[in-house]
């Protein structure tokens, strides 16, 4: 695992980014974030900045949001390009997030 690549978020307010950032990430990364709030509280989630590859099915680099705790939770969507995930209230009080980039071409993140 990379510097800043994944971790356990737990306070009220927080944030994370992709390693380096605002410089160009990392080829070949896999960072997991589990953020995790009382068990009656809900995850507010938005993005301020995000540039990763692009690709219409994002299978080069991506970002992913599941409910839950793990990569096997209901997906939320799968992210690339430029055009920022729109903001989004998890359903529980855990959100999963999986960052990827490929063997190539890297942005800010």
Same mark, same amino acid.
């Given at each position: 695992? *990379?510097? #800043?690549?994944? =971790?356990?978020?737990?306070?009220?307010? #927080?944030?994370? /980014?992709? %390693?380096? $950032?605002?410089?160009?990430?990392?080829?070949?990364?896999? /960072?997991?974030?589990?953020?995790?709030?009382?068990? +009656?509280?809900?995850? +507010? &989630? *938005?993005?301020? $900045?995000?540039?990763? !590859?692009?690709?219409?099915?994002?299978?080069?680099?991506?970002?992913?949001? =599941? !409910? #839950? +705790?793990?990569?096997?939770? %209901?997906?939320?969507?799968?992210?690339? #390009?430029?055009? *920022? %995930?729109?903001?989004?209230?998890?359903? /529980?009080? *855990?959100?999963? &997030?999986?960052?990827?980039? +490929?063997?190539?071409? /890297? $942005?800010?993140?």
């Amino acid at each position: 695992e *990379k510097p #800043g690549c994944g =971790r356990l978020l737990t306070e009220a307010f #927080g944030e994370f /980014s992709s %390693p380096l $950032h605002p410089e160009s990430y990392s080829t070949n990364l896999n /960072s997991e974030w589990v953020i995790r709030v009382p068990p +009656d509280d809900r995850i +507010d &989630i *938005k993005f301020e $900045h995000f540039e990763l !590859e692009n690709h219409e099915n994002c299978i080069y680099d991506f970002l992913e949001i =599941r !409910e #839950g +705790d793990s990569a096997t939770g %209901p997906l939320v969507g799968r992210y690339c #390009g430029r055009q *920022k %995930p729109p903001r989004y209230l998890s359903s /529980s009080n *855990k959100l999963y &997030i999986n960052f990827r980039s +490929d063997y190539s071409v /890297s $942005h800010s993140g």
